[in-house]
């Protein structure tokens, strides 16, 4: 091995990608509440995250496909850099230990972790007149109907303190993570992998895939378009992992399947949904299915605030 190879995999081995994102100039904040010791997501800006993994040796995008080790989180982070300065660059960072285990230091002290769908299987069904139901339809303006056909399709239970909880699924329909918003309340569940919340516009076969951000996005865009019954409306919690990305697959490979099949980006109206929209259309087009773009109109940033701003539907 060359002298420069050595000092190559040296660096690989002792420079954190967690560190560099947190000391390299303008710094990444650590979004504590979706984070784990195994996935620490850091933020920058607007819809600018970064994944760390692999005991901080990797990192990925969510927002696009781009991922690595730390040469080419350096480059990602300053694409000016050639693999020769991103070298030097790396040199100071060898040894710096990130904040984040201090940073996550409560959550090692808490009870055992209950397997997400045993957290599920706790928790009530939605009914009528709950604090659950009363903050959907109140503060988010989601009609009864899509309520109750949530609740038959399973993908909707109770949380605690007026929460929704919104099941996440796999190609399988076996439950993956929990979605978790309320009034003043918003987490993904702990050990639980984001892949798709579903909800079936109607029966029989789904020729269009709307993508949304959120659960209550695709459920309010399904009240808008009067629940197609050829759509099957989506959501993933935003961002996109590996778990999520192996569904949509899945299911564009079913839609390539049919001449009427389609992928919807129906994302927020922000930089973060045109990048996530931009992600949607290159997997659409590398399984060879159509695919539109549509955005909540009048410059609202999102599908719920649209609901909310038409006539109330009954």
């Known amino acids: 091995m060359s002298e420069q190879d050595a000092e190559i995999e040296w660096l690989k081995a002792e420079v954190n990608c967690a560190a560099l994102l947190e000391r390299l100039p303008p710094a990444w904040r650590l979004d504590r509440a979706e984070s784990t010791r195994r996935s620490l997501k ?6 600018e995250i970064v994944i760390v993994n692999h005991d901080g040796r990797g990192w990925w995008d969510p927002l696009s496909d781009r991922k690595g080790d730390i040469f080419s989180l350096v480059q990602h982070l300053d694409p000016g850099l050639n693999f020769g300065e991103a070298r030097r660059v790396l040199r100071g960072f060898v040894g710096i230990v990130p904040t984040f285990p201090e940073a ?28 659950a139901w009363l903050y959907l339809t109140g503060q988010r303006g989601l009609p009864e109907r899509i309520l109750a056909a949530a609740r038959v399709a399973d993908a909707i239970r109770e949380g605690p303190r007026g929460s929704a909880w919104f099941a996440h699924r796999d190609g399988a329909g076996l439950l993956t993570g929990i979605e978790m918003r309320g009034p003043d309340y918003r987490n993904f569940s702990a050990g639980g992998d984001k892949t798709l919340f579903r909800l079936p516009g109607g029966p029989g076969r789904l020729s269009r895939v709307a993508v949304c951000e959120a659960a209550i996005d695709a459920m309010s865009l399904a009240v808008i378009e009067r629940e197609r019954r050829d759509t099957l409306y989506a959501a993933t919690a935003g961002g996109m992992g590996p778990a999520t990305i192996a569904v949509l697959q899945q299911l564009l490979r079913v839609l390539a399947t049919d001449p009427a099949g389609i992928l919807i980006a129906a994302t927020d109206a922000d930089t973060a949904g045109r990048r996530y929209a931009t992600r949607l259309h290159e997997m659409a087009t590398e399984a060879a299915v159509r695919f539109d773009t549509i955005l909540p109109p009048d410059g609202l940033n999102d599908w719920n605030d649209a609901l909310r701003a038409m006539t109330p539907v009954s």
């Open 42 to 47: 850091y933020r920058r800006g607007e819809g």
């Open 104 to 131: 996550l230091r409560a959550r090692r002290t808490r009870a055992p972790r209950v397997p997400v769908a045993q957290q599920w299987d706790r928790r009530r069904p939605l009914s009528r007149g709950s604090p």
